[in-house]
């Protein structure tokens, strides 16, 4: 593929000086800003992640703010989740949807106060959305873009690296739970949060200016833990059913389409904007919901829907999919219409390389 040519449309991170240092190899573009794909190459990323520690730059996961009287009232017109009793040290996942009940975004919702949010969101322009809705409710409230650029610390090490920086108040930082740690004189938020399924943190760290004393005071108390800077992982998000907004749903799709019913408290989150159409949704069942697709044969890259076919019918689309090396097979994951997506139907996907037989599964790898 191409390069990405240098703009100012195309942002740096607080952290991209280091992440050039640290060898990157390729970027993609999420919310108009870099984000590392590979740093050695994808499959040895990939091994390091699960033995060792890696920090990511993941400033790509811009902050919508939402700070006023009427916070609380905007930030649950955006979700079907029930946020009455979210705490002022949790983060919460929140499918943001429209009107219609079709998916936003998919970001981490963190409470600060009974006044002030946090939203840290996946790859779409959700800022002019909330801004919208402040402006026609006519809600008090600051809609606006803060100087928080998120950084992660992920891998079975992760715990160790964090406590060597932040001091061991970061292990007992609950799931999804948040705390106010100092880092040279100034409160950063921590969260045992973040993009992979080997367990670590996010740290949401609130001006530009800590960015590459921060990562450097990481990787020097690393070194012993064979720290590696890192990136969110193709093969290991597949593996573990992470979805990739953009990807696997879009504004096409609704909640119980992404198998995130889990996460709609629809009856109860009294104002969300979409909770009409998301009660119908509720109520009758989607016709078609993602699953985790095993693929035979290799893999090639997937930078497109690929059609899943029983026959001469399409069924479904893989959207996202990679060769495991830990499983051994190509691992997926698809849309499946209810007629298909009952675990051990076999199908066939089109590839850019012709076809191969796929599997459906209940669950994902890991």
């Given amino acids: 593929m191409a390069s ?17 240092a640290a060898g990157v190899r390729g970027y993609t573009v999420y919310n108009h800003m870099l984000l590392p794909t590979v740093f050695r190459s994808v499959e040895e990323d990939y091994h390091h992640l699960k033995s060792a520690v890696q920090v990511w730059d993941v400033a790509c996961e811009r902050q919508v703010e939402i700070r006023g009287p009427d916070a609380g009232r905007l930030v649950q017109m955006l979700t079907p989740r029930n946020l009455s009793k979210m705490r002022e040290d949790q983060c919460f996942y929140v ?26 969101i996946a790859d779409s322009d959700l800022l002019f959305w909330v801004k919208g809705l402040a402006y026609g409710f006519r809600l008090d409230v600051l809609v606006d873009e803060p100087d928080v650029s998120p950084l992660a610390v992920q891998g079975p090490l992760a715990d160790d690296l964090m406590a060597a920086v932040f001091g061991d108040a970061v292990r007992d930082i609950r799931f999804f739970g948040y705390k106010r740690l100092s880092f040279q004189g100034r409160d950063l938020i921590v969260a045992r949060s973040g993009y992979s399924k080997q367990g670590g943190f996010e740290i949401y760290v609130e001006g530009a200016d800590l960015g590459m004393p921060l ?3 990481l990787f020097e108390a690393g ?5 590696h800077a890192g990136c969110p992982n193709l093969i290991e998000r597949v593996e573990g059913g992470l979805l990739s907004y953009g ?19 629809t009856e109860d989150a009294l104002g969300c904007v979409g909770r009409d159409a998301l009660l119908r949704v509720a109520k009758e069942g989607p016709v078609q919901q993602v699953r985790a697709i095993e ?4 893999v090639p890259p997937c930078d497109r829907a690929w059609p899943l076919m029983d026959g001469d019918r399409q069924v479904g689309q893989v959207t996202s999919a990679a060769n495991s090396p830990d499983f051994a097979t190509g691992v997926g994951i698809g849309m499946v219409r209810m007629t298909h997506w009952t675990s051990g139907t076999e199908l066939d996907v089109i590839t850019p390389d012709g076809p191969r037989a796929a599997l459906v599964h209940e669950t994902f790898w890991i």
């Avoid at 499918?95 to 939203?119: C, H, Q, Y």
């Avoid at 070194?223 to 720290?227: C, I, L, R, S």
């Fill in 223 to 227: 070194k012993a833990m064979d720290v």
């Fill in 95 to 120: 499918p943001m949807v429209d009107e219609t009940g079709g998916m936003l975004n998919d970001p981490v919702a963190l409470k600060l106060s009974e006044d002030r949010f946090w939203i840290s």
């Fill in 4 to 20: 990405i040519a240098p703009s100012r449309r195309v942002r740096r991170t607080p952290f991209s000086d280091g992440v050039t």
């Fill in 215 to 217: 990562w450097n005071a």
């Fill in 295 to 298: 693929i035979y044969g290799d």
């Fill in 247 to 265: 990807n696997d749903m879009t504004r096409d799709n609704t909640p119980h389409e992404c198998g995130l019913g889990r996460f709609c408290q």
